[in-house]
């Protein structure tokens, strides 16, 4: 029995990957759960908002990689996000001028407003084909790792190494800063707390004299903000693919439904919970047991409960149980 | 203009569309539009059948189009020798205890008391099932799969006319959709469309992985033919009596025999659209079809009148997921193999909504309308953003960077075409073309 090559495996293989999956989908949710608490409909745009967001800091980094300038260590993207979150504010804020006021005049039904959304996500998804193309780009650069493997193993002297990638510190930092400030601002700031007025009672806040289309169009920067940020860091982490944002409306749903829509907080855990469930339940477990069982009961098979293309049936699943018995999310949310 | 003049001529203006396709470009890219547009006129009525009539929003409709067409396989493929002995009749067996497993579950979450003791004793039979139903499934699924890896490794079909398989693929897609619509229908409508959402990803992940089933990404090919309908080309080049009729026609024998395989097509897939446009008619007119239409319009009063809204909704979730089930098996006769990974929500989805939307939800005319009018636009919306692109680009100078960009990103104009035409259509025209009377 070998506890601590264990505890090594398994932070290397569940646990960081888990960690900035988690602050990624958290990004996500919360984008999703803003809209649902402000606008009142479920944003079927939103993982094609991401892929935009993305796509901008993909083609700015490689004109700043172009002209020669870098961030040393860390990521020329970081440098790219600030751009990146203007232009997707840009985006989404034409959009809204565009398409949604006209809905949230004529006060149609949430259901209207999701379907509208359905035609915003094909525009999206053909802008983003049509300027970057279908396939895969990477963009990152700077240092690979903070803790590779090796070094890992020389320092400790362990059999297992561990090793963090540098773009999964970067999205847990980004992701800590991202949420605080978005907290400060929700609690602390006149304009964040007339937007969680506005949310919790619409008539209350119009009566109160709250502008609704300044609540509305704080809430599009800010979802914009934090869905770039979600698009980059996991473009950084994994690779950038449109279809993949696209896919990844499923986990970030199933994030936002899981914590309670229209819950910031609950979007944050949400987000946590679907990623480690999918990562333990998709990972293969053979190497962590090993270490812990005795020689004889060692396993032989992988121990991997489902394949890693069920993935999807992971969130799913969760989505479906707390549905089930806590109709509303885990943490209180809101119904429309 | 009256009612029937303008819808009769909406329908003329379509299929001006696709002869002006068969004039200019060619009789087979034509009849392959017409085909399509059956099947996706077949889909769009199922959709407008949950939508329209009830106001449930599926946006799963890509996975019982999948699960039609892994009823053909299932159906109307040839047996693979030695995989039922091999293993066969181990995987249902293992699938036979997941599923007791399952229901001992539901049965004990419903029968206990609850408490400790009832959380302990489901975690526990979870568990002893899970690793019961992986310990019968795993070997047996590695037998079936080493079956001559190359052109079989699964069960196959059971080898009946492929005929059968379309109301097969109707009755598989109606009892998955059974299930589904037993956990997920309780849901508010955006939780729906979520649930949909995932199940139909994860049919596809299923239909993609489990080889032993439909043989995953390796696709199943070689799909008989509904034969004496539809025809071999190859057979129909040898018949005297073919190549005579095709010469009396002025078309030669190779041009000739692909057309007619494709109209035997168009034949058999009108013919079901047309019984399940009457179907869906009758639905509509009859007093079924003014209570769901109650029930979408106000639940509460149509409760408080007396009507189970639980069971209705069920009822019609399963009916419309069974028509697109059909389209789906029909789809993959045509295409005569199943390709998992062509599955994408967007065109098997997403597409057919704004099919039904664009032509008309709540109106079995206006979805068919849809259906043929936006699968022309998705085919020819290529061509034509390729020329629009030449266009523009002219005056660039040769072989500029941003030119060949633009040429090359045409395909794309695609989806943001069809994003175009949805949001123009649900500001200006809500109701659709042929509008719900």
Redesign the interface.
């Known amino acids: 029995m070998d506890f601590l090559n264990a505890l090594v495996a398994l932070s290397n293989f569940v646990l960081v990957p888990a960690i900035a999956y988690g602050s990624q989908l958290a990004l996500g949710a919360l984008g999703v759960t803003l809209i649902y608490g402000i606008l009142r409909?479920?944003n079927f745009a939103h993982g094609d908002t991401m892929a935009f967001g993305a796509m901008i800091a993909v083609l700015v980094t490689w004109g700043l990689q172009a002209a020669g300038i870098s961030f040393g260590p860390l990521p020329t993207a970081l440098l790219a996000l600030p751009f990146a979150i203007l232009g997707c504010i840009v985006l989404v804020l034409i959009t809204d001028r565009l398409?949604y006021r006209?809905y949230r005049e004529q006060k149609a039904k949430?259901?209207?407003l999701?379907?509208?959304s359905?035609?915003?996500?094909?525009?999206?998804?053909?802008?983003v084909?049509?300027?970057i193309?279908?396939d895969d780009q990477r963009f990152s650069d700077g240092a690979r790792f903070i803790v590779s493997a090796r070094d890992f193993k020389e320092m400790t002297g362990l059999r297992e190494g561990l090793a963090i990638k540098t773009s999964q510190g970067i999205t847990v930092i980004v992701a800590v800063v991202a949420v605080a400030l978005l907290f400060w601002f929700l609690n602390k700031t006149r304009t964040g707390k007339s937007m969680r007025a506005y949310s919790d009672n619409e008539d209350l806040a119009l009566l109160s004299g709250i502008n609704p289309e300044r609540v509305v169009m704080i809430t599009w920067v800010i979802v914009a903000a934090l869905a770039t940020t979600a698009g980059v860091l996991y473009g950084l982490d994994k690779s950038f693919k449109p279809f993949v944002y696209?896919?990844l409306?499923?986990p970030i749903?199933?994030s936002a439904?899981v914590g309670g829509l229209g819950n910031p907080l609950g979007a944050i855990a949400g987000g946590f919970i679907i990623a480690f469930s999918e990562v333990t339940i998709t990972y293969a477990w053979k190497k962590v047991l090993t270490y812990l069982a005795p020689e004889q009961l060692a396993p032989s098979g992988l121990v991997q409960?489902l394949?890693t293309?069920?993935k999807?049936?992971v969130?799913?699943v969760i989505?479906?149980i707390v549905?089930?018995f806590k109709?509303t999310g885990l943490f209180k949310g809101k119904?429309v | 203009m009256s009612e029937p003049v303008k819808n009769t001529l909406l329908f003329a203006v379509v299929g001006a569309l696709i002869l002006l396709t068969g004039f200019t470009q060619s009789w087979n890219a034509a009849i392959l539009i017409l085909n399509m547009g059956l099947i996706s006129a077949v889909m769009a009525i199922g959709v407008n059948l949950q939508w329209g009539f009830a106001g449930l929003f599926n946006v799963g409709v890509m996975g019982f189009v999948a699960l039609g067409g892994l009823a053909v396989v299932l159906f109307s493929t040839p047996t693979t020798p030695g995989a039922w002995s091999a293993g066969g009749f181990g995987i249902i067996l293992a699938l036979l205890l997941g599923a007791a497993t399952v229901v001992a579950t539901v049965l004990v979450a419903q029968k206990m008391p609850r408490g400790r003791l009832r959380t302990l004793t489901i975690i526990g039979i979870l568990i002893v099932g899970f690793f019961v139903y992986r310990a019968v499934f795993d070997p047996n699924v590695a037998a079936v799969e080493a079956i001559d890896p190359a052109i079989a490794g699964h069960l196959g079909g059971l080898n009946l006319p492929v005929l059968l398989a379309w109301p097969a693929g109707g009755l598989l897609a109606a009892g998955a959709a059974w299930l589904i619509g037993k956990t997920a229908l309780g849901l508010r409508s955006d939780y729906l469309a979520i649930a949909t959402l995932g199940i139909a990803e994860i049919i596809i992940a299923v239909l993609k992985n489990e080889d032993w089933l439909a043989r995953g990404v390796k696709n199943v090919y070689g799909i008989p033919r509904p034969a004496p309908v539809v025809g071999y080309e190859v057979e129909l080049q040898q018949d005297p009596g073919f190549v005579a009729r095709a010469e009396w026609l002025g078309l030669d024998p190779v041009t000739a025999s692909t057309l007619s395989v494709k109209l035997g097509y168009s034949l058999l897939f009108a013919i079901v659209l047309l019984m399940l446009l009457w179907m869906a008619q009758m639905a509509l007119r009859s007093p079924w079809g003014r209570m769901m239409r109650a029930i979408r319009d106000n639940e509460v009063a149509a409760e408080a009148m007396g009507k189970d809204v639980t069971r209705r909704h069920l009822q019609i979730f399963v009916l419309g997921s069974a028509i697109c089930g059909i389209a789906g098996a029909m789809m993959t006769t045509l295409d005569g193999q199943l390709t998992p990974s062509a599955y994408q929500p967007l065109r098997f989805t997403f597409l057919v909504w704004v099919m039904v939307i664009v032509g008309g939800s709540g109106n079995n005319f206006g979805a068919v309308l849809g259906a043929f009018l936006i699968w022309f636009l998705w085919v020819q919306v290529e061509p034509i953003g390729l020329w629009l692109m030449n266009l523009i680009t002219a005056g660039m100078p040769d072989g500029s960077a941003l030119r060949e960009h633009l040429i090359d990103s045409a395909a794309h104009m695609r989806l943001f075409t069809m994003g175009l035409i949805l949001l123009i259509v649900l500001r200006f025209s809500p109701r659709g073309l042929i509008p719900e009377k």
């Open positions: 409909f479920s398409v006209f949430p259901v209207i999701v379907i509208v359905m035609g915003v996500m094909f525009i999206m998804n053909g802008l084909r049509f300027i193309g279908p696209f896919q409306l499923l749903f199933a439904i409960l394949s293309d069920y999807f049936a969130s799913f989505l479906l549905l089930l109709p119904a």
